[in-house]
């Protein structure tokens, strides 16, 4: 078993009025259906109720970006997780999806200035992405709704400290 180098904040609380939104691409659905389940319960676990977790799917990966940026720009959420799996073939198509949709949730990041978290696996095949999706290597969806979290607190202490202003 591989040690979790996600170590959370000592005693991080989920921020009572934050609200979340989880994209998720159901292309290659078995391995990503569980990174959604690992989030889901992460918030369970952090105090999150459930309405306060808006969950939409996409087709695959490369529609990450777009939901992630519609999501974003409405204002409504305090982090965007996008959850997804992108499973090397025998073709550059691995290359293309991988690097566009990370630069791409990145960009809408910046642009929006809503954290929008990386919860998409780029590995060489099933089994390594289902490593990371429950398996040995633990669950990335866990990982990036508590990295949502994260963010959410150190939103809240940046406006706390007059740095930049609270989001409603």
């Known amino acids: 078993m591989s040690v979790d180098r996600n170590q959370p904040l000592v005693g991080v609380e989920a921020p009572s009025s934050a609200q979340f939104a989880i994209v998720w691409s159901r292309f290659n659905q078995q391995v990503v259906s569980?990174?959604?389940e690992g989030a889901k319960t992460c918030f369970s676990e952090y105090g999150v109720p459930g309405e306060s977790v808006y969950?939409?799917?996409v087709p695959g990966a490369w529609e990450l970006p777009y939901a992630a940026q519609q999501l974003a720009r409405s204002k409504r959420f305090d982090a965007v997780v996008a959850l997804g799996a992108i499973i090397r073939g025998g073709t550059p198509h691995?290359?293309?999806v991988s690097e566009g949709t990370a630069l791409g949730l990145?960009?809408?990041?910046?642009?929006t200035g809503i954290p929008v978290v990386f919860g998409v696996l780029t590995t060489d095949d099933e089994t390594q992405a289902l490593d990371?999706?429950?398996?040995?290597h633990g669950n990335k969806g866990r990982d990036a709704a508590l990295t949502a979290i994260e963010m959410a607190v150190f939103d809240r202490k940046l406006a706390d400290d007059g740095i930049t202003t609270q989001r409603s």
């Open 94 to 96: 691995f290359e293309y």
């Open 132 to 136: 990371r999706a429950g398996g040995v």
């Open 34 to 36: 569980k990174l959604l």
């Open 55 to 57: 969950i939409v799917e």
């Open 106 to 111: 990145g960009r809408v990041t910046l642009d």
